[in-house]
């Protein structure tokens, strides 16, 4: 199947930083990727559906000021927690879209776990 | 929006026993329902999915029903295994490539 990468895949950072979250399509182009954020024990809450060449697209109650979305390439979509504080602190999941035969198919990369202290 | 609930939160099974895990959906232009396998600390990997024009899909020991009507749709696992263990999610979408809702998980639990 289509394989989906993260880096890095932790970060601990102090409160006030920026930190930086890449998801990659290794053997596939995406157009299209998606990231979502699970805190512990819950469901994966979708954030923002990231486009290629174009502005990502906030779900509610997300501050698009503080979740920077990049995607400048057809295998690469960037996830830029800016002025990080201790609520941020998640696991963060991206996915991106393949096309398995004629059909369209979400993949999920394997997270990266933030930590803001 | 769409809405997920799914049931139950958590499931222990026995070894070799079968386990059912249901969700249903309140979107009736969803048509597209992947489940996903979650262990700790990785991604969700997809496991089945099934799309509104059928209304059973196999893989294994792996299935995957959907009724349409009553918008709900199950995961069943048979012969369960303890590498079975894991959390379970079912999701749901206006298409594949659209976002997914996805219910709240089940912890299943295959107990040697």
């Known amino acids: 199947g289509a394989v989906v990468s993260q880096h890095p895949s932790w970060v601990i950072c102090k409160s006030g930083t920026s930190v930086k979250i890449e998801c990659r399509s290794l053997?596939?182009?995406?157009?299209?990727m998606f990231w979502y954020r699970q805190f512990p024990k819950q469901s994966l809450m979708l954030m923002a559906t990231?486009?290629?060449?174009?502005?990502?697209?906030?779900e509610q109650g997300v501050e698009k000021d503080k979740f920077l979305i990049n995607h400048a390439s057809l295998t690469l979509s960037t996830l830029t927690v800016t002025s990080a504080h201790p609520e941020d602190s998640s696991f963060y999941i991206c996915?991106?879209?393949?096309?398995?035969?004629?059909?369209?198919?979400?993949?999920f990369g394997p997270g990266t776990r933030l930590l803001v202290l | 929006g769409e809405n997920v609930e799914q049931h139950p939160s958590t499931l222990s099974v026995q070894e070799g026993d079968s386990a059912v895990i249901k969700c249903t959906y309140s979107?009736?232009?969803?048509?597209?329902f992947p489940w996903y396998k979650q262990e700790l600390g990785k991604g969700p990997q997809l496991i089945i999915d099934?799309?509104?024009?059928?209304g059973e899909k196999k893989d294994q020991r792996i299935a995957v029903t959907l009724n349409k009507t009553a918008k709900h749709f199950s995961l069943h696992i048979t012969e369960t295994q303890p590498e079975d263990s894991a959390v379970y999610f079912c999701?749901?979408?206006?298409?594949?490539?659209?976002?997914?809702?996805f219910g709240s998980g089940t912890q299943l639990t295959v107990l040697p």
């Open positions: 999701a749901a979408s206006k298409g594949s490539a659209r976002q997914l809702t």
């Open positions: 099934i799309r509104s024009n059928v």
């Open positions: 053997d596939f182009q995406a157009t299209t």
């Open positions: 990231s486009n290629e060449g174009s502005k990502a697209t906030y």
């Open positions: 979107d009736s232009a969803s048509n597209y």
């Open positions: 996915s991106a879209k393949a096309l398995q035969g004629n059909q369209e198919t979400q993949y």
